[in-house]
């Protein structure tokens, strides 16, 4: 069996505390703040080719501990 672990993974995040900060900032400048929720094409792209991942640890089914998941579309990471 083929297998690929990608050890190092990187995301794009800002943590709560750049965000309390940003918010922080706004409050103190009295700026307007709008919220835009944006939907990447990534997060919803389609795969070429069929990939299967094990059970994450402590969401193993009971009794299909070897079974595997088919990816049906690109979770956010994928490399």
Do not use: C
Not at 24 to 43: E, G, M, Q, R
Not at 48 to 59: L, M, T
């Amino acid at each position: 069996m083929f297998r690929v672990d990608f050890p190092e993974m990187f995301s794009l995040d800002g943590g709560l505390d750049t965000i309390r900060v940003l918010l922080a900032l706004i409050a103190n400048k009295w700026w307007k703040v709008y919220h835009l929720d944006v939907k990447p094409i990534f997060l919803n792209g389609y795969l070429r080719e069929e990939i299967y991942v094990e059970q994450p640890k402590g969401f193993q089914v009971k009794g299909e501990e070897k079974k595997v998941y088919k990816l049906k579309k690109v979770p956010y990471g994928l490399k």
